[in-house]
């Protein structure tokens, strides 16, 4: 999959510049020159790993990183449009377009060119937000009359990386915490890179992500794995998460007393885990015993939302991220069948409410955003209908 999707990279390099060498208006030094810039802009991962130290969260300037996600989008939009210029084209030879139709697609680049750049910018902008909160009601059945109005945030993929600045953490802890959350959680992919890399203005990467020790919630904050916790120094990361206050369930439960009540939190590991350690991770089955279900409502978080069937079978609500929303419409749908169907919002799996989250950040890999925005979702419990 990885391989293919390197592939895939170099078409947008490759249609453009068969348009490019066409330009005989053009020097030749000129045109070779944006032939190399293009095939330069498409291996935007692979210099970041090999320059920068790492895949999934660089150690290097913010600026420049922005630079290449808007260069590498205007790139990818370029090819988009002129691809349906291409197929257009064709269609008005077959099928004798007037010439007027053809002056029209003649004159396409320039306003390829100024969409792209308006795209390419706005969907930068948006990745790079503060998330907004959202508010939800969540029905429960057998939900106890003292955890009526129990109120949880959920906020996952984090990815505090090179792009990540103390203002934008302090922001989204002013954010959670105008909710009065009775509990946090934290779904996964907290963090890129190692915690010794400097951001621009010399701060450890670890320094900028300890200001969320500004969040407090009367029942704690808690967490699960994603995918992203293994790639880079697990361990110092997780010790840096225990200072703040944030526990990590590691498919494991954790019985809250809440007004009398038990609220049983249950944390699943990402299934990356398992390469990390190099053996098979824990299973539901391992769990300590859980509560009768009628005497306890149960909340579960896994990172990706792809064993919500299989979580179903103990939980009430479980709370998922991974996905980012699709991060851009269009690109959602793929998202989503990558998936199990699941992208964004509320879903119902076998008679459990599942809530994917579009995220709180963005991998610094992609950090683009296109109608789906940034989000903490504040989740009121209210009894069920």
């Known amino acids: 999959m990885l391989v293919l999707f390197f592939l895939l990279l170099l078409l947008p390099p490759t249609w453009l510049s068969v348009h490019v ?53 205007l790139e990818i939009f370029l090819f988009l449009w002129f691809l349906a210029r291409d197929v257009l084209r064709y269609s008005a030879s077959k099928s004798g377009f007037d010439s007027g139709r053809r002056r029209f697609l003649a004159s396409a680049p320039l306003a390829g060119f100024c969409f792209s750049c308006g795209f390419s910018g706005t969907g930068v902008a948006n990745g790079l937000a503060v998330p907004i909160v959202r508010e939800y009601e969540c029905p429960l059945e057998r939900l106890p009359k003292a955890l009526e109005g129990f109120r949880l945030c959920f906020l996952s993929d984090l990815h505090v990386g090179p792009q990540t600045t103390v ?30 890399y400097r951001d621009s203005e010399g701060l450890l990467r670890s320094e900028v992500f300890r200001h969320f020790k500004g969040l407090s919630a009367p029942s704690g904050l808690w967490a699960c794995t994603g995918n992203h916790e293994y790639y880079s120094d697990y361990a110092a990361w997780m010790r840096l998460y225990e200072e703040i206050g944030i526990r990590f369930l590691h498919t494991e439960r954790h019985i809250l007393r809440v007004r009398g009540e038990s609220l049983v939190l249950i944390g699943r590991d990402d ?100 109608g789906v925005p940034a989000e903490i979702a504040s989740i009121t419990l209210v009894p069920g209908r």
């Open 21 to 73: 060498l066409r330009l005989h208006s053009w020097p030749r030094l000129a045109r070779y020159a944006a032939v190399g810039l293009l095939f330069l802009i498409s291996q935007t991962f692979t210099i970041n790993h090999f320059v920068f130290g790492s895949l999934a969260g660089p150690q290097m300037p913010r600026n420049l990183l922005i630079g290449q996600s808007f260069a590498l989008l």
């Open 167 to 196: 203002d934008w953490v302090l922001s989204c802890v002013a954010r959670i915490q105008a909710c009065q959350p009775d509990c946090i959680v934290f779904g996964g992919d907290l963090s890129d890179g190692l915690p010794s």
């Open 271 to 370: 299934r990356q885990g398992d390469r990390y350690f190099g053996r098979p991770a824990k299973t539901l089955e391992s769990l300590e015993p859980l509560p009768p279900r009628e005497r306890a409502v149960r909340i579960l978080f896994d990172h990706r939302p792809e064993r919500a069937q299989e979580n179903a079978s103990i939980a009430d609500l479980q709370l998922s991220g991974h996905t980012h929303g699709g991060q851009c419409y269009g690109m959602d749908r793929l998202v989503a069948r990558a998936n199990h169907g699941y992208v964004r919002g509320w879903y119902t799996v076998d008679g459990m409410s599942l809530y994917v989250s579009n995220g709180a950040g963005l991998w610094s890999g992609f950090p683009v955003r296109i």
